[in-house]
């Protein structure tokens, strides 16, 4: 118990209570939300930076593979991505080609190809090494440090993408673009969440505001708030942060966005229930769930996992027997990444709660043992030594609740040395 308790601190000091509330008390949720960065946007946002370079028929393919992107439909986009860029390649217009290859990284990130991402933003970006006019190369540097970035943050290195979205910030700067370099400093605020930074957090995002107040409205405000709202949670400013995130909820229904409500409305859930308010954490749950039109597996699990954890916690068993299996048949449909990898941990951690509640709930300790030992070799394909850390730590409780006493504290020990790293 010692050991566990070491290691907790350690998360706690790692910033792991940016997925997972629950490592600071066990009555609040263990959960994980959807972090989609603002960089994902630039397939969508970016239309500006390929029309200067594009005949009309690649203009076409462009606007082509950015609906394939917005529609999910990310092998046909990954296709149409790789024919612009080599279209691009083919007019010796290195500009054009680093942009496509940046859209191509972000299509493949989305499928979880992670080393098919890196070589297509390295490629990217060694193409914007070479000398070109320079107004015109910053905004596609920009846009391929967002790609960058957001590949990083997905496999756990947050310090590399803070540095990465400060680099996507400077070039923005340069042609003043404001609303692209309003995306990149709240992607650092992300960052700084994930490195445990929550106070800084709170400043980059507050700072943001103040900037987007003179922006006409838009959903990028949607997104701002509700970040700026789980971060105040974070930081025990639970009033603040159910005001803020109304303003986010109020801005996403302006602009009828489905992901955006349900994301909004799940934290708020967050927030009730570390007001201790479950009834109203429950009917929010409820609502993001029913939020969303044709869910994604990535977006409809968060979701699941906070009601599971709080059907535990409230003794709704029925509830509990009901989600646990549902989730744990959509992680194989989840690609690796630091988050699917905390949705596993935060999984077994609800169903180590209900087997302690009810010996007969819940599927077998094996059948969890198992899952977390997926997730720890996804943890060590990534190199994410904090995921694996976690999810390590978590297998030795199973362990230890099964009085098979020398692997527990082995698998702790494991956890605490990762944890130093």
């Not at 000398?131 to 440090?145: G, I, K, M, N, T």
């Not at 959903?219 to 708030?225: D, G, H, K, P, R």
């Not at 996403?252 to 967050?270: F, K």
């Not at 070799?377 to 099964?402: C, M, N, P, S």
């Amino acid at each position: 118990m010692l050991l566990w308790a070491a290691l907790l601190g350690f998360l706690m000091i790692w910033g792991v209570g940016f997925y997972l509330p629950g490592v600071a008390e066990a009555d609040e949720p263990a959960l994980a939300e959807p972090q989609r960065t603002v960089s994902q946007g630039s397939v969508e946002m970016g239309s500006a930076v390929f029309q200067q370079f594009s005949e009309q028929p690649l203009r076409e393919l462009e606007q082509q593979g950015r609906q394939l992107y917005r529609e999910g439909r990310f092998l046909a986009a990954i296709a149409q991505w790789q024919q612009i860029a080599q279209a691009y390649a083919g007019q010796n217009n290195p500009l054009a080609q680093a942009s496509a290859l940046s859209n191509l990284s972000l299509a493949y990130q989305q499928l979880g190809q992670w080393e098919d991402a890196g070589e297509a933003v390295t490629a990217s970006l060694s193409l914007l090494a070479a000398p070109a006019a320079r107004a015109q190369q910053q905004s596609v540097l920009a846009q391929a440090l967002m790609a960058q970035g957001s590949l990083q943050i997905t496999l756990g290195r947050s310090q590399q993408a803070l540095e990465t979205w400060q680099k996507a910030a400077a070039a923005y700067s340069y042609n003043e673009d404001v609303i692209g370099l309003n995306q990149a400093q709240i992607n650092q605020a992300q960052a700084l969440r994930e490195l445990g930074f929550y106070r800084q957090a709170v400043d980059k995002l507050t700072e943001v505001g103040k900037a987007l107040e003179a922006q006409p409205p838009s959903l990028l405000q949607a997104v701002l708030w509700r970040r700026l709202g789980e971060t105040q949670r974070l930081t025990g400013a639970l009033t603040q942060a159910q005001a803020t995130l109304r303003q986010s909820l109020a801005m996403a229904e302006q602009y009828s966005s489905p992901v955006d409500i349900s994301a909004a409305l799940l934290s708020l859930g967050h927030t009730a229930w570390s007001r201790r308010d479950t009834s109203t954490a429950k009917d929010f749950y409820e609502q993001a769930r029913a939020a969303l039109v044709t869910p994604t597996a990535a977006e409809r699990v968060p979701i699941q996992l906070a009601q599971l954890a709080l059907a535990v916690a409230t003794q709704q068993w029925s509830d509990a027997a009901e989600l646990w299996p549902a989730i744990q048949s959509q992680f194989a449909s989840l690609p690796p990444s630091r988050t699917a990898i905390y949705h596993q941990v935060n999984w077994a951690r609800s169903l180590i709660a209900l087997k302690l509640a009810q010996s007969n709930g819940g599927p077998d300790w094996l059948a969890i043992a198992q899952q977390l030992q997926r997730a720890t070799q996804q943890a060590q394909a990534l190199t994410d030594t904090r995921a694996e850390a976690y999810a390590v730590g978590t297998l030795g409780k199973v362990y230890e609740h099964t009085q098979q006493w020398a692997i527990a504290q082995d698998l702790t020990e494991q956890a605490l040395s990762l944890s130093s790293v």
